[in-house]
């Protein structure tokens, strides 16, 4: 039997216990897709609202009118949510259990800590002149910090922009520009896998920035306690603001359709775009995902090991957990640090119950061999999930045997930054698993493939993946460019929205996400666009032209392959892919990294001067046999030197 089609049926013994079983699932999912205002109407009661909504969805998917609204006419909090109706039943159980870097560092917060950190804060930010509907940026280590930063944005209305800690002051620069932010909150030092992280520098690099004209305050956590510039017309401490700030602070009442955060993420073209997600259908969304998902019962310990910079950590770290009233745990440091069992360590230590990490996270665990995980036991574990990029049978059934000690369900969830939540994914009590395919749709999902020219294939299939009906916690548009939303989402196929992954659909309908169709890469389960890097590779002295293109790497998923020509009179030379590499790190930041770059004389193009990118892909992945027609190039002889010159591995 091929690893494909091994499956794992839903173990009896959980089904019982579980929140959704197999008759459940299909009964639900049936009710959703015919009745979605009924369904939708039945499941915004999960939040509480301060003025009930009596409309529940309101959605066009016409391109020449894309308008997303649901339960509109509510108002609710979403702090409120996540931490005062908590207060009564559960104020001193943990609401966030944070573990160090350094293992000997943990904190556990309850509900009640929770709720008073984030008011004090809420004040202090109100003090500092923060508004409803400002945009603010947090650029953050994984600190409780950041979740008080984070809710207490929510509380008073202002809107967050979360900005990943591994981003350089460019990217940071760009994201505030963008979201005309006044203020950002950072700490003065991160600290990942012992060692620090210049945070509060990279924030005055930025600021330096001659377009960054808006910021009028940073706020600064005393983290590490490291050397930091300070400016005293603009910096603040974290800590001596909020000391004295009062613990009440009443939450703003928001309209369900009003901001609640914004989210960089890239695209195939151009600068990364702001998605703009909302405060009522995106709660309820992450909420019940988080719920039905992760089966997430009362008492579970729950660990995603995402950072709070990309939409994982916001949906399934922060507003999902807390607005179901779980104990979350949020990890500041990385699997190998102090040694490669550490997952195991602080699973054992905190009695994880649910585990939710990256195919690359446990790719790079397999390649230490069997015994990484050491005399650790994880017997509390009881379910594993998996984000961000296709796993593969091998990693999957690795995880399953070396993490979950073949005990364990894990639920290979797809989705993305554009939808807030979860779509397609098993529930741990209800689905049959196959190790590799993200299974069914959530409920309210509809899922479809269809060819080239947008036709709706049917039956087992491959085909570019769209949904064809709007969920609760899809983002609105992109933050100040709606049109630039309508594009990218709904012109490709009129009507749907375009995922920009493609699938196979098998014989029991089973998904099987197999990645992006655009020229977007995905790196360690970071989503990069090609042709970011390519223009920070242009913008050096150096470079004449440059194509990126992702090729298959054994831990990563895939790589970062560059191909470069360079401008006349420049020479070859290590030392020059040396500070290229650097360059790129210092315009976008380590995560875009190149792992190989191909000095070239020239790229494959069309007469019309267009780079063949699928004849740079297949080179790039060792695939030089069926490069496919090569005639209509411009110099079809290109091709033969970069084969002849390509990157050995
Ligand atoms: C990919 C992360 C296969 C996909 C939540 C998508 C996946 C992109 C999976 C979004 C999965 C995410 N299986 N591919 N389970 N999950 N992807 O915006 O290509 O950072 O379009 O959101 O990651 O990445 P993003």
């Given at each position: 039997m091929s690893e494909q089609q091994k499956v794992y049926p839903v173990q009896a013994e959980f089904s019982a216990k579980a929140l959704i079983n197999k008759e459940q699932y299909q009964a639900m999912y049936d009710q959703s897709v015919q009745d979605p205002e009924g369904f939708w109407s039945e499941q915004g009661k999960r939040i509480d609202w301060i003025k009930p909504y009596s409309k529940v969805k309101n959605v066009s998917f016409d391109n020449h009118n894309v308008d997303i609204k649901w339960f509109e006419n509510g108002?609710?909090?979403?702090?409120?949510?996540?931490?005062?109706?908590?207060?009564?039943?559960?104020?001193?159980?943990?609401?966030?259990?944070?573990?160090?870097?350094?293992?000997?560092?943990?904190?556990?917060?309850?509900?009640?800590?929770?709720?008073?950190?984030?008011?004090?804060?809420?004040?202090?930010?109100?003090?500092?002149?923060?508004?409803?509907?400002?945009?603010?940026?947090?650029?953050?280590?994984?600190?409780?910090?950041?979740?008080?930063?984070?809710?207490?944005?929510?509380?008073?209305?202002?809107?967050?922009?979360?900005?990943?800690?591994?981003?350089?002051?460019?990217?940071?620069?760009?994201?505030?520009?963008?979201?005309?932010?006044?203020?950002?909150?950072?700490?003065?030092?991160?600290?990942?896998g012992g060692k620090a992280v210049p945070l509060k520098e990279n924030v005055d690099e930025a600021l330096t920035h001659p377009d960054v004209k808006t910021v009028e305050r940073v706020i600064v956590v005393k983290c590490t306690g490291g050397d930091i510039a300070w400016h005293d017309h603009r910096d603040v401490w974290f800590h001596e603001i909020t000391e004295p700030a009062s613990d009440v602070c009443a939450p703003e009442e928001m309209k369900a359709e009003d901001p609640l955060f914004i989210l960089y993420t890239s695209g195939s073209t151009g600068a990364p775009k702001g998605l703009k997600h909302t405060t009522g259908g995106y709660m309820v969304y992450a909420s019940m995902t988080h719920q039905y998902v992760f089966d997430y019962q009362e008492g579970d310990i729950y660990w995603c090991t995402a950072d709070v910079g990309w939409i994982t950590g916001h949906s399934y770290i922060i507003y999902g957990p807390l607005a179901n009233g779980a104990t979350t745990l949020m990890f500041e440091g990385v699997p190998s640090y102090p040694t490669h069992s550490r997952f195991g360590d602080v699973v054992d230590k905190h009695q994880v119950n649910i585990l939710y990490t990256a195919p690359t996270a446990v790719r790079a665990l397999m390649a230490q061999g069997n015994d990484v995980m050491g005399n650790t036991k994880r017997d509390s574990l009881r379910l594993l999930g998996s984000v961000g990029e296709p796993i593969n049978p091998e990693a999957w059934e690795w995880y399953h045997k070396n993490i979950g000690n073949g005990q364990c369900p894990i639920v290979d969830t797809w989705w993305q930054t554009e939808t807030g939540g979860i779509l397609i994914t098993p529930l741990p009590g209800a689905t049959d698993l196959k190790p590799g395919s993200a299974t069914l749709p959530f409920f309210g999902v509809q899922p479809a493939l269809v060819d080239?020219?947008?036709?709706?294939?049917?039956?087992?299939?491959?085909?570019?993946?769209?949904?064809?009906?709007?969920?609760?916690?899809?983002?609105?548009?992109?933050?100040?460019?709606?049109?630039?939303?309508?594009?990218?989402?709904?012109?490709?196929?009129?009507?749907?929205?375009f995922t920009g992954d493609g699938a196979r659909r098998d014989e029991d309908g089973y998904y099987w996400i197999t990645g992006r169709v655009d020229d977007v890469i995905n790196v360690s389960g970071h989503r990069m666009g090609t042709a970011e890097i390519e223009s920070a590779m242009v913008a050096h002295k150096d470079v004449a032209e440059a194509a990126v293109v992702g090729y298959p790497h054994d831990i990563k998923g895939q790589g970062i392959y560059i191909y470069l020509t360079l401008n006349e009179g420049v020479e070859a030379s290590d030392d020059l892919r040396k500070e290229l590499v650097k360059w790129v790190r210092k315009e976008i930041g380590p995560i875009a990294t190149p792992d190989l770059i191909q000095f070239s004389s020239g790229l494959p193009k069309t007469r019309s001067g267009k780079i063949m990118r699928r004849i740079l892909r297949k080179i790039a992945a060792n695939?030089?046999?069926?490069?496919?027609?090569?005639?209509?190039?411009?110099?079809?002889?290109?091709?033969?030197?970069?084969?002849?010159?390509?990157?050995?591995r």
């Open positions: 108002t609710l909090n979403a702090s409120a949510n996540c931490l005062d109706r908590h207060l009564e039943t559960r104020g001193d159980q943990v609401a966030i259990i944070w573990e160090g870097d350094n293992p000997e560092q943990d904190e556990k917060i309850t509900y009640r800590d929770l709720y008073t950190r984030v008011c004090k804060f809420s004040n202090a930010l109100k003090e500092q002149g923060v508004r409803k509907g400002d945009v603010v940026t947090i650029y953050m280590p994984m600190i409780p910090e950041a979740a008080v930063a984070i809710l207490a944005c929510a509380r008073i209305g202002a809107v967050h922009s979360v900005v990943f800690g591994g981003f350089s002051p460019d990217a940071i620069a760009g994201r505030i520009v963008n979201s005309d932010s006044r203020i950002v909150i950072t700490a003065d030092q991160g600290r990942r080239a020219e947008g036709k709706e294939l049917e039956g087992a299939t491959e085909g570019n993946l769209i949904l064809k009906d709007s969920w609760p916690g899809q983002a609105r548009s992109i933050w100040g460019d709606h049109e630039r939303f309508v594009q990218t989402y709904f012109s490709t196929y009129l009507g749907s929205y695939e030089c046999d069926g490069l496919g027609d090569t005639s209509t190039l411009a110099d079809p002889s290109v091709v033969d030197s970069l084969i002849d010159e390509r990157l050995n």
